[in-house]
Structures are given as structure tokens and as C-alpha cells.
């Protein structure tokens, strides 16, 4: 997806080649910084990353905080619009399965984005793009419960939540988790999600049992 929101922010200044070149340097080590230490990031840490002095970040950005959200804005629309894409599958399941891997996985990769969408982000002023991926993920849970696919007792409400819950802490009771933690933990949540399944019908009275297998044995003693 065209970084629509950093292009626009960064094409404020017209800078020569090589300051251009330090204005990649300082776009790329903000989303690692901001994938690492969330945000927390400070323009030191950002500085340090592209190899540049404070004096040039401060004269290419405009803020920390405007480079912050434009970063964060151009993730989050492509959040949204992978769950728009999920809407025009033809399987409601595998249009919502798909997404929620993408909402999980963008979420596990980077503790800026978590961290926004955790509500720690008021100062970025994002709320505009996070009403719209409310909105979009609404629409996404009430088409597949109207499917059948999903759990009809649920609030769409209860999906974030539910799908937030994959991505692990740390460590827990002494241990830590797997490189692929958060994709175990959403098989699970997905499993949770989906509407309670049929019983398997019970077996006739009496009948035989399955050749080749034997029936259980009778008390021995």
C-alpha cells in the first residue's frame, strides 16, 4: 500500500537528493523503532537508528508526533481496508478468518500499532481511522453471523477484544512464547468464535462393532 499519509506529510519539504536520502533513513527507523518500543520512541532513539543528528530530524519532520501518526495512519487503513477486501469474499468464514489473521498479525508485529489501538495513542489524534476500522469491522462480524458462521450470541463488540487476547505477554508462569505464539492462540479464539457444532449422533444399540476393532473387554478380574 503508497505510504499516503508519511508522502504527504514528508512532501511539506522539498529537499535536495542526498536530504531526501536522510528523510528514507528517518521514515524506516521510526516504524522500527515504533515496532519495537512502541510509543515510547523517542526522537533520540530514531535519530540513532538512521545514523543522522537530531538537528536533521528536526529539520525534516515536522514532529515526532506528526511522523508518529502518519506511520500509524497509513497502517491502520491498510488494517481497514484488508477488512473491506474480507467483505467481498465469497466464504463469510474465510473472509473473516483471513482478516482477523491480518489484524492479529499486523497488531503481534508492531507495539506502536498495539499500543494505538489499545487507546494509548490520544495525543496522535487517530481516532478519525480507528472509528472507520470500527466501523468496517463491524460489518465484517454481523455479514458472517448472518451466515451462520459465526456465533449469533456474541456483540460485534466482543471480536476486538476476543482477537486482541492473541497476542501474548512476555512471559507467563515462567514461560515465554513461541516465535508463533499469537497464530496458536487466534487458532484457538477462531475456534471460540464459530457456533457451537452438532453432536456427533450416537450409535445404534447394539450394533457391531467396526471390523477389525475389537470390542472393549470385560471386566477381567
Not at 19 to 34: D, G, H, K, M, Y
Not at 121 to 142: K, S, Y
Not at 184 to 210: E, K, M, T, W, Y
Request: aromatic share 4%; glycine share 6%.
Amino acid at each position: 500500500m503508497p505510504d499516503s499519509a508519511v508522502t504527504a506529510l514528508l512532501a511539506q519539504n522539498q529537499a535536495r537528493a542526498d536530504a531526501q536520502r536522510n528523510v528514507e533513513r528517518l521514515v524506516e527507523a521510526t516504524r522500527q523503532a515504533l515496532d519495537e518500543l512502541g510509543l515510547a520512541v523517542t526522537t533520540r532513539d530514531i535519530a540513532q537508528r538512521a545514523g543522522v543528528g537530531l538537528g536533521t530530524l528536526y529539520r525534516r519532520v515536522p514532529s515526532l508526533d506528526a511522523l508518529l501518526a502518519a506511520i500509524l495512519t497509513d497502517t491502520i487503513d491498510e488494517m481497514t481496508d484488508r477488512a473491506a477486501h474480507a467483505l467481498d469474499s465469497p466464504d463469510a468464514w474465510q473472509g473473516f478468518a483471513s482478516f482477523a489473521e491480518t489484524y492479529v498479525q499486523l497488531r503481534a508485529q508492531s507495539c506502536g500499532l498495539h499500543d494505538a489501538l489499545s487507546g494509548r495513542g490520544e495525543r496522535l489524534d487517530l481516532a478519525q481511522r480507528i472509528n472507520r476500522l470500527q466501523r468496517t469491522m463491524r460489518q465484517l462480524v454481523q455479514r458472517a453471523q448472518k451466515a451462520g458462521v459465526l456465533r449469533a450470541d456474541l456483540d460485534w463488540r466482543d471480536v476486538p477484544f476476543a482477537l486482541a487476547t492473541a497476542i501474548p505477554p512476555d512471559h507467563t508462569i515462567g514461560l515465554v512464547p513461541r516465535g508463533d505464539q499469537w497464530r496458536r492462540n487466534l487458532r484457538i479464539i477462531l475456534d471460540g468464535l464459530r457456533p457451537a457444532r452438532s453432536p456427533a449422533p450416537a450409535a445404534p444399540a447394539g450394533s457391531a462393532a467396526p471390523a477389525g476393532r475389537a470390542r472393549p473387554a470385560a471386566n477381567r478380574g
